[in-house]
């Protein structure tokens, strides 16, 4: 079955201790990006990655990073997280050269 | 800069009644067109998309979408709603030929009984 997994769906954490959430795609897409979700804001892209080792800043980049070692995963790296961090997170994917996007379940994150 | 309008943050309607959810977008040329739904705790799925041909797009669950250039719409529609419908609709636009998704700040619809 074609599917985007994030892990965890749930965390919880405390400000400053760094976390990471992982996402894989089994489609072999070239092209994923992270976005947070926040009420009132709808879906807002953090980084992208158009293929192995190319990524990018996406509208609200500042506190992530990411990497893409493989083609399958697009983790997405809080290296000290604040409260305003605080969100719904979707990874998605999509083949490249075209838009539709498959998205994760996403990852509620609470930072204290 | 390219946006996505939803004027409606909160649409309520009677289970079996009709529903139109709103869409404007700005971008010079005509982008691609999503509609997503999230339902309660989970993720987007693709309701229906747009990238060129026929204006009226059918989707899946009965929901289909008509793309108004003059008008820069892409408003959902739906002639009769059910309770499982009650969800939040996101509308989406790629500008051109990318891959980043553009979204609205999306509409809640509540389905009563």
């Known amino acids: 079955e074609a599917q985007v997994t994030q892990n965890p769906r749930y965390l919880i954490t405390v400000t400053g201790k760094k976390l990471t959430v992982t996402c894989s795609q089994n489609m072999n897409h070239e092209y994923m990006s992270w976005y947070r979700q926040d009420p009132g804001l709808g879906l807002r892209q953090i980084y992208y990655s158009m293929n192995v080792e190319v990524t990018d800043k996406g509208d609200v980049p500042e506190g992530y990073k990411v990497s893409r070692k493989e083609k399958r995963n697009f983790p997405l790296i809080l290296e000290s997280p604040s409260p305003n961090q605080t969100s719904l997170y979707f990874c998605a994917s999509s083949f490249g050269g075209g838009p539709e996007a498959f998205f994760g379940q996403g990852t509620r994150l609470t930072v204290v | 800069a390219q946006s996505v309008t939803q004027p409606d943050i909160h649409i309520t309607v009677s289970e079996g009644a009709s529903l139109e959810l709103r869409c404007n977008y700005s971008y010079g040329a005509t982008p691609y067109l999503f509609w997503y739904v999230q339902s309660p705790g989970q993720g987007l799925q693709l309701l229906l998309k747009y990238f060129s041909g026929d204006t009226l797009v059918q989707g899946i669950k009965g929901f289909e979408a008509e793309f108004k250039r003059s008008q820069s719409s892409f408003n959902l529609r739906k002639p009769s709603v059910h309770w499982s419908d009650a969800a939040e609709y996101f509308c989406?636009?790629?500008?051109?030929?990318?891959?980043?998704?553009?979204f609205g700040t999306g509409t809640r619809l509540q389905v009563f009984p």
């Open positions: 989406a636009v790629a500008p051109g030929n990318t891959d980043k998704l553009i």
